[in-house]
């Protein structure tokens, strides 16, 4: 067989260059057509008009229970044209936490979480602690497996509420008396509905919602069990935004650990050095 001359050989690996980037370009553009075809039909939020309960019943402890934040929306995910899985859901973080009950004289114990106090992470992961970084694993997320020949439709959603247990007792003492005088609660949160490939890690942020949750409650523990507490303003919770243009989504709000392990119950006296009461689950 004869050899082709150099300059042949060159202007064929030339095109055969331009014609793999071409392909790699066909690729990279079919994703980002697919990525951008994920569409948000309808997507709800609110916060339950209703005051937040209090539970006088228990000697030890006073309970509350808050208004439900509740997210929902309906997603269309195109065809998936080769065997790869997309899950669609909600990842949550939260963003700013300020949690005191105050014992009149004597101090107050506060849950802290340091990293985001200390302003070192941006945000702090929502999730159920089991499916990082997802919120949870029921409603709150759908899994489409490819190849498939027609549109994906389906609802997402989820709900959050607090529904905590507070020590009418300063719970560093011994003592049983009831000294709590106060309980004021502030947090903001933020939720994104997001698709990602399991394969890839590519994550498309389709919606975010701010929200935000406050507290205030007056206790006169000198009162008798079940009339001691009263809610404060705000009595009515302001309604979650959502936003028309999509927040990125801080890393750490990724992955472990989650608030709930990583807050820490601090007692502060109004003399004398903190303690730290519960340790976080998480070191």
């Not at 990525?35 to 937040?52: C, F, Q």
């Not at 919120?135 to 529904?163: A, L």
């Not at 903001?188 to 990602?196: C, E, I, N, R, Y």
């Not at 890393?251 to 650990?257: E, N, R, T, W």
Request: proline residues 9%; aromatic residues 10%; contains cysteine.
């Amino acid at each position: 067989m004869p050899s082709l001359p150099w300059d042949c050989w060159h202007f064929l690996e030339i095109k055969l260059v331009l014609y793999a980037m071409g392909c790699i370009q066909s690729i990279s553009s079919k994703s980002k057509i697919f990525r951008e075809s994920i569409s948000v039909i309808d997507v709800k939020a609110s916060i339950d008009p209703i005051p937040t309960s209090i539970d006088e019943s228990s000697s030890v402890v006073l309970r509350y229970r808050t208004p439900h934040f509740r997210a929902s929306a309906q997603v269309v995910v195109p065809p998936i044209p080769k065997k790869e899985t997309w899950i669609v859901g909600w990842i949550q973080a939260c963003s700013h936490m300020e949690f005191y009950n105050h014992y009149g004289e004597q101090g107050m114990s506060s849950w802290e979480l340091p990293d985001l106090q200390t302003g070192k992470i941006q945000a702090i992961s929502d999730s159920d602690g089991v499916n990082y970084p997802w919120y949870g694993n029921t409603t709150e997320t759908c899994t489409i497996v490819g190849p498939t020949k027609r549109d994906s439709k389906f609802i997402i959603s989820m709900n959050d509420n607090f529904y905590p247990s507070v020590t009418w007792a300063v719970p560093v003492s011994e003592s049983n008396v009831a000294k709590l005088t106060s309980i004021y609660r502030d947090q903001s949160f933020t939720t994104w509905l997001v698709a990602t490939n399991t394969a890839t890690n590519d994550m498309v942020i389709l919606q975010t919602l701010h929200w935000r949750m406050q507290l205030n409650i007056e206790v006169n523990p000198n009162r008798p069990l079940g009339q001691r507490a009263k809610l404060r303003e705000p009595t009515a919770q302001e309604q979650p935004q959502i936003l028309s243009k999509n927040e990125p989504i801080p890393p750490s709000a990724l992955v472990k650990p989650n608030a709930n392990d990583a807050q820490v119950l601090m007692w502060r006296p109004k003399d004398g050095q903190p303690l730290v009461v519960i340790p976080p689950k998480y070191r």
